[in-house]
């Protein structure tokens, strides 16, 4: 495995379970726990509830509140890896540069930035779709004289008390870390491209009560976390098949807004203008009323450059700031970079997806045997949690691995060119046919096409992913046995 994030850690302990393979998982930081490691801004936290938002394999029953917060979730991570042992298969400060399909062993190469190399039988890349900060496309983001950053690489050491701070970007980071900073800082100027669709976060603090309840009453956190999947459930329904039922979220996001936000000027600039859902919506009680406070702007003016001494808008004006953060989101798109990976015939991965990733549910690419993504293309979620479809992925992928260990061959599943064109050809017309094509998004590349969200429920890609179709795959011998058998 490529990346011990929530990802990789799910397809380890599926893959290590009952011995079935010798796994190693090779990690580019010093810790486990991916973006829940990266991502320490305040009030980072899960906008899924944790019940739902945490392995099915380790349920905790003392989550200190609904939506848990990084450090609880961090923790979460650390736990598990302990717990099932997972932490003794992770490499850590392995940074996989390139992967190589060897087709005379059947087996991967795989080379790390410090010359190390490995070789695998199966190759299960998890590097996450929101693991590399994207930072805006403007003229002089050198040339700031304070302090900038990412708010993915929070820098802790900068004391934000009395400072002008520029924020850019609205997005779901942005929303959790500016109600806090805004509470110390001089003045926070949030610079926003496009409003957000924000809704109340049903968020609560769980009672001593509640753990109890989790801890002894018998079904009591399988049926909460049943019932929060489907919550999560209808809001993807709304997403991805039933407009009325978006709509209808739009009116609690046009309430809530108007709940908090007297200033019709304000007000205004806050209202999205694009249909719901189209961009991540997101959840939030303290978004607006920070945006209402005193000590922070809202600059709706586009961003012409970024000077020594501020931020300069298309109007001419230069807002003089301290500091400098970027909310401003990740490579969504970039499956898989910077690594090389070169399947059967020298095949480039990157070349493949030159129109942008994909792979059959997310996880086989024709040319690329025995290599599964957990966390690929078109399987991001509008709603519901992540780690339903990676669990699910890993016990696909362990299913595969099951079949090479039975065989006694060495040899390599290659899915089927037709079968994932066709399963392209019908995710993408989906997709055209929703809302994620109705404006511009990180879900989306250059070219627009959708590369990141899954187009149904959870349901959907479980029941399409519970038992693998072994006819949608070719089986690759190695080249040496099948002279061999050809001889
Ligand atoms: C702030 C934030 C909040 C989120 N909240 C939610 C939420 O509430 N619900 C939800 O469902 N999802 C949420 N997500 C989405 C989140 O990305 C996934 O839920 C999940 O954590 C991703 O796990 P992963 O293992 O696929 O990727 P990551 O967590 O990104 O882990 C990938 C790992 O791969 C490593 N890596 C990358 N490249 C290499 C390389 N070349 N060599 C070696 N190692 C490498 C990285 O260092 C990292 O540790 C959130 C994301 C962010 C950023």
């Known amino acids: 495995m490529i990346g011990a994030g929530f990802g990789g850690l799910a397809a380890a302990y599926e893959l290590s379970r009952g011995g079935l393979a010798d796994v190693t998982v090779l990690e580019k930081a010093d810790d486990v726990g991916g973006v829940w490691r990266e991502n320490t801004y305040p009030g980072a936290a899960c906008d899924v509830p944790s019940n739902l938002y945490s392995y099915s394999f380790a349920r905790k029953t003392d989550w200190g509140r609904r939506y848990a917060e990084q450090p609880d979730i961090l923790g979460y991570i650390h736990d598990t890896a302990d717990r099932f042992g997972l932490r003794d298969l992770v490499r850590t400060g392995v940074e996989v540069t390139s992967a190589e399909y060897d087709e005379s062993a059947a087996t991967w190469r795989v080379a790390a930035a410090s010359g190390e190399t490995f070789e695998a039988d199966v190759l299960v890349p998890a590097v996450g779709q929101l693991s590399r900060p994207a930072f805006p496309n403007i003229p002089g983001l050198d040339t700031f004289a304070g302090p900038s950053f990412h708010s993915a690489q929070w820098r802790h050491d900068v004391d934000l008390a009395g400072m002008r701070v520029a924020v850019l970007g609205t997005g779901a980071s942005a929303i959790q870390f500016v109600p806090r900073i805004r509470e110390t800082a001089k003045r926070v100027t949030v610079f926003q491209r496009s409003a957000p669709y924000v809704i109340p976060k049903p968020d609560r603090a769980y009672t001593d009560a509640h753990r109890a309840a989790f801890r002894k009453v018998p079904g009591f956190a399988a049926a909460m976390r ?155 979620l509008g709603s519901s949690s992540i780690i339903l479809m990676m669990e699910q992925q890993a016990r696909y992928i362990r299913q595969i691995t099951e079949e090479l260990a039975s065989g006694g061959v060495a040899r390599a599943f290659e899915v089927r060119a037709a079968v994932e064109q066709a399963y392209d050809a019908e995710v993408q017309s989906r997709l055209d046919a929703g809302v994620w094509t109705t404006c511009d998004s990180w879900y989306r590349t250059a070219s627009g096409r959708v590369t990141t969200n899954w187009p149904g429920l959870v349901h959907e890609y479980q029941r399409r992913t519970r038992t693998v179709a072994l006819a949608d795959y070719e089986q690759v011998l190695p080249e040496r046995a099948a002279k061999k058998v050809g001889a």
């Open 226 to 380: 049943g019932l929060i999947w489907e919550i999560s459930e209808f809001f993807g329904l709304a997403l991805t098949k039933l407009a009325p039922l978006a709509r209808l979220m739009g009116v609690v996001a046009s309430a809530n807004l108007k709940r908090h936000i007297k200033d019709p000027m304000l007000r205004a600039k806050l209202t999205p203008d694009y249909p719901i859902g189209c961009k991540r919506v997101l959840f939030s009680n303290d978004w607006y009323p920070a945006l209402a406070c005193d000590n922070v702007d809202v600059e709706t003016e586009a961003i012409t450059e970024v000077a020594p001494t501020g931020v300069r808008t298309a109007d001419g004006r230069l807002h003089e700031v301290d500091v400098i953060i970027y909310g401003t989101g990740f490579k969504a798109t970039e499956f898989l970079a910077p690594m090389t990976i070169t399947g059967r015939d020298g095949r480039d991965l990157h070349a493949e997806w030159a129109e942008g990733a994909r792979a059959h549910l997310g996880m086989a690419v024709p040319g690329f045997p025995n290599m599964f993504l957990i966390y690929g293309p078109n399987t991001n």
